[in-house]
Every structure is written in structure tokens, then in C-alpha cells.
């Protein structure tokens, strides 16, 4: 890609423009600038002489993004409402995640161990398995979703600052949630509560006071963080080395 051109991106990715429309916009960019310097060069210009040219019948740089910023609805998500993409919508999807592993406990509980005083025992086979999946999605859920926003950060060359946020929020929530599990007759569902025929499986937040005192969810909130922020902050340095690469070559 022309410096130009990678300036171009660089500059619309930092304005919020979504990246989609940046890739369509540089390609439409880049067919028409070869066939104005196939003109040129037809017109008896060297190759060096007949790229300037073409880059000056385009437009500048400044000319060429205020035609993508100006326009909202070529803007990302992410810089129209930062507070949901990053925030809101990372909590959202950690309570789903977090909803189908408490369902996949309890029914797995009635299928596999009815008589069972709780879940938490040794099994094999497709129970295993089944419960398995319960065991991944509730563990790995936070450390997944937490990538997903940095790359999305990264990607779009957001500010750091509600990224930030989205990621402690999600580190917090998910070195803190406790499962409780309790013998129970009853078939209701509710949100963050399952109950079947064997037993009820019940998610929340530790309490402050739990916390204060123990610090038991310090450990696993501070290991969240780390195995999340880690890839968000590679990420940036790795964009920031290949743009001064890309600068000064």
C-alpha cells in the first residue's frame, strides 16, 4: 500500500470509521489511482512522476478523509457509543454465557446424577463430556470475551480508555461469581437461578464483605485482567512498530 494511502487508513481508523468501510474506500481509491497513473504514463510521464500526479488529481489526504468522517453512518460502533461496545454489550454476553453454563449444571445434574447430594462429583463418559462444556464456557467465557474487546480496540484504533473499562468489568464479574448448588424439588427457572428435579444451581457476585475479608477473589480477578489486557496491550505495540515502520519507509 502507498504511504499515502496507509496515512489514509490509519487517519479514518482513528476518526471511527469502521474498518469495512475503510477497506472499501481504500480499494475504490486504489483502482481509480491506477488508472490515473496509467493515464499519465501514457502521457509520456515516468513512473515516480506519473504516481504524483496521479495522487494529486485524487485529492489530498486531508480532503480525502474529511469525505469518510463527515459522514455517521460510515462510523463504527465503537465510536459512536463506545460505553455499549465495550462495556455494556461484554457484561451482556458474559451473563448469557455464564446462563447457559448454570443451565447445562442443572440439567446435567438430573440426567446424569439424580440421587446425587451435588453435581460436583467425579464422572465419566458423556457426562463428562456434558458437564465438560459447562466447565469451559463458565471458566474461559471472561478470558475469551475479554480478547474479543481488545482485539476490537485494537482493530479499530479505539481509545484505550472505555476498552479499559469493558475489561475490568468482565475481569471483576468473572473472579467473582460463586456457583451455590442446593437439593430442591421445584422446576423453576429464573435469571441466574435453575432449579430441576435433582437440585437448583444459583450464580451471583461475592459479597464485599466476602472479599474484604478473604480477598479469596482477588487472585482470579487480578489473573483475568492480565490474561486479557496481555493481548490488547501486544496488540497496540505491534500496530505501533509496523505504523513507524510504515512512516519511515
Not at 461484554?90 to 454465557?97: D, E, N, S
Not at 446425587?116 to 458437564?131: C, D, K, L, M, N
Request: proline letters at 4%; glycine letters at 8%; hydrophobic letters at 50%.
Amino acid at each position: 500500500m502507498l504511504k499515502p494511502f496507509s496515512e489514509l487508513r490509519e487517519r479514518l481508523l482513528r476518526a471511527g470509521v469502521a474498518p469495512r468501510h475503510v477497506r472499501r474506500y481504500l480499494g475504490e481509491l486504489a483502482d481509480h489511482f491506477d488508472d490515473l497513473r496509467t493515464e499519465e504514463e501514457r502521457a509520456g510521464l515516468s513512473r515516480t512522476d506519473a504516481e504524483s500526479a496521479a495522487l494529486n488529481r485524487l485529492g489530498g489526504i486531508d480532503a480525502l478523509a474529511r469525505a469518510m468522517i463527515s459522514q455517521r453512518q460510515f462510523q463504527s460502533l465503537s465510536a459512536r457509543a463506545a460505553w455499549a461496545a465495550f462495556a455494556i454489550t461484554p457484561v451482556i454476553l458474559l451473563t448469557m454465557a455464564y446462563l447457559v453454563a448454570g443451565f447445562i449444571l442443572v440439567t446435567g445434574w438430573a440426567l446424569f446424577l439424580p440421587g446425587s447430594e451435588t453435581p460436583f462429583v467425579p464422572v465419566r463418559g458423556f457426562a463428562a463430556i456434558y458437564f465438560g462444556v459447562g466447565r469451559w464456557i463458565y471458566f474461559y467465557a471472561p478470558v475469551l470475551i475479554g480478547w474479543a474487546i481488545g482485539l476490537l480496540a485494537a482493530r479499530q484504533r479505539s481509545r484505550a480508555i472505555w476498552p479499559a473499562v469493558g475489561l475490568l468489568l468482565i475481569a471483576c464479574i468473572g473472579g467473582t461469581t460463586a456457583v451455590h448448588t442446593a437439593r430442591t424439588t421445584s422446576t423453576s427457572v429464573g435469571i441466574g437461578h435453575f432449579s430441576g428435579t435433582s437440585g437448583s444451581v444459583h450464580m451471583d457476585l461475592a459479597n464485599g464483605a466476602q472479599l474484604h475479608n478473604s480477598l479469596a477473589g482477588l487472585p482470579h480477578v487480578l489473573l483475568i485482567l492480565a490474561l486479557t489486557a496481555m493481548p490488547y496491550l501486544i496488540w497496540q505495540l505491534l500496530w505501533r512498530f509496523r505504523h513507524a515502520r510504515s512512516v519511515s519507509a
